[in-house]
């Protein structure tokens, strides 16, 4: 097989816009950026009403209403409506503690197609610590009664670290009694203040194998019932994933000030220049923005990758673990076992895995906004 240029992109499938970076929360596997945005700085509604309009047109299919917390916008349910309006299923992903009955209401009339809530741990002492917000559990709970007394599709995410790994089976049956339809137990990804945690976070390797076993052995069991998806732990993986469905293939993230990026760590990337929503339309973003075209297709890609049967499978994984963990974002993953780095990452995890707990640092919104 030979590397070839890239074709002109297919249409995005979904557009994930990150509202605001605002959030009641404080939890430390936070990915989003160590700087976070400052409310002033983010787009009005307008123009992600504009913003939205050209993913429907582009050919986009879903819009992910994200942050940070969603709900801390005061427009939210005046952009879920224009959202559902342009022809886009719109999904609602949220801590759940700041959604009255009246403004969930009022999301529902604007058209909110599903909703996706974020639990910290499967009882209350384990979600309010982790979340670090008390009464977290009451209130998400109450959420998630809303959201299937309205008949919604819910979805609970359940980010997973060593704080927790050994609620997965406890995750399974909260779901089930709050009648969720599906469940994502989402192992801790280790990008902007994650990995800030990482020592304090990352589970050692048999307990982890031990958790994607239990789910393994659920999912047969809860056909019909409940869909678990499960994201594995990049370091204990044999390949990568391919993350956000390949660079500048399937999605575009927005940033609450309007930059349009490929991932929504893309940032962390030195060189990169991103253009802004607020400057161009997405589907000129989509075809020519230099962050877009920077790692899209095979081109760009380094050996192991450049001939490897599955690099238009996993697309050389991410790039910004590549960056964070070596040093080069056009390197292999060092997550995929062919990478000559595996190894030592893959021993460094298992040693960070011993680490005393205590380290944590919890996420804190108004110390961490940029400047
Ligand atoms: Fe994927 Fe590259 Fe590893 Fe091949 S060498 S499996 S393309 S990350
Ligand atoms: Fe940026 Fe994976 S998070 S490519």
Request: proline share 7%.
């Amino acid at each position: 097989m030979n590397a070839h240029a890239p074709p002109p992109p297919a249409p995005p499938i979904g557009l994930l816009v990150e509202l605001t970076h605002r959030c009641p929360l404080g939890c430390p596997h936070c990915s989003n950026p160590l700087a976070l945005e400052r409310p002033a700085a983010e787009l009005d509604a307008e123009t992600w009403k504009r913003v939205f309009s050209e993913a429907a047109a582009l050919g986009a299919l879903h819009v992910h209403l994200s942050g940070g917390e969603p709900t801390a916008r005061r427009d939210i349910a005046e952009l879920t409506r224009h959202a559902a309006q342009a022809g886009l299923y719109t999904n609602l992903i949220t801590s759940g503690v700041g959604v009255s009955e009246k403004l969930w209401g009022d999301l529902i009339e604007a058209g909110l197609d599903h909703a996706q809530l974020s639990f910290q741990g499967a009882d209350k002492a384990t979600n309010d610590r982790l979340g670090h917000y008390d009464g977290a559990w009451e209130k998400k709970r109450a959420f998630a009664a809303m959201v299937t007394r309205a008949g919604l599709p819910l979805t609970i995410n359940a980010v997973i670290s060593r704080a927790n790994l050994h609620q997965v089976g406890a995750f399974i049956d909260l779901s089930i009694e709050l009648g969720a339809r599906r469940l994502e137990v989402a192992h801790t990804q280790y990008y902007g203040w994650a990995l800030v945690n990482r020592a304090a976070l990352i589970p050692p390797k048999a307990e982890t194998m031990a958790a994607i076993a239990l789910v393994e052995a659920a999912r047969p069991k809860l056909e019909g019932k409940l869909v678990i998806d499960m994201v594995v732990p990049d370091y204990y993986a044999r390949y990568p994933k391919p993350c956000a469905g390949g660079w500048g293939r399937v999605a575009i993230n927005v940033s609450p000030s309007g930059k349009a990026l490929p991932c929504h760590a893309a940032e962390s990337i030195p060189g990169l220049e991103f253009w802004n929503v607020r400057d161009r339309s997405l589907g000129e973003i989509w075809r020519d923005s230099p962050a877009f075209r920077a790692f899209r297709g095979t081109e760009w890609m380094q050996e192991p990758c450049r001939s490897c049967e599955r690099r238009e499978i996993d697309w050389g994984g991410c790039r910004c673990q590549a960056l964070a963990l070596i040093g080069d974002a056009a390197a292999t993953d060092p997550a995929c076992h062919k990478s000559p780095h595996h190894a030592r990452i893959a021993a460094m995890a298992a040693a960070e895995a011993e680490a005393d707990e205590s380290a944590i640092r919890w996420r804190s919104y108004k110390e961490k906004v940029e400047a």
